[in-house]
Nanobody, 117 residues
Framework: QVRLVESGGGLVQAGGSLRLSCAAS????????MGWYRQAPGKQRELVAS???????NYADSVKGRFTISRDNTKNTMYLQMNSLKPEDTAVYYC???????????WGQGTQVTVSS
């Protein structure tokens, strides 16, 4: 079993910054990719940023240059540094972990990010 716990969400003014954390625990032996997704009210969940096992990073066009994804392998923790936040970044942010073994795809419970204009 894999457990993912997000933290760091909150309310911030436009132009501000937040750093999200995702702590992973459990039976994690072979990570394929880790990533952050978000879902705004009435919209589908979308990929924000991801890191694959080789270290390559991928970002949604809407966050390139503003968000940075990183990992601390010693702590099994992933981060999302979000700068220059915009009201359209308001959403519930979810941590995702893909492994080459069961359970293959795991999600955190989500953390709310609200950006006021």
């Amino acid at each position: 079993q894999v457990r993912l716990v997000e933290s760091g969400g909150g309310l911030v003014q436009a132009g501000g910054s937040l750093r999200l954390s995702c702590a992973a625990s459990g039976n994690i032996f072979s990570i394929v990719a880790m990533g952050w997704y978000r879902q705004a009210p009435g919209k589908q969940r979308e990929l924000v940023a991801s890191i694959i096992s080789g270290g390559s990073r991928n970002y949604a066009d809407s966050v390139k240059g503003r968000f940075t994804i990183s990992r601390d392998n010693t702590k099994n923790t992933m981060y999302l540094q979000m700068n220059s936040l915009k009201p359209e970044d308001t959403a519930v942010y979810y941590c995702n972990l893909q492994t080459s073994h069961f359970p293959y795809n795991s999600w955190g419970q989500g953390t709310q990010v609200t950006v006021s204009s």
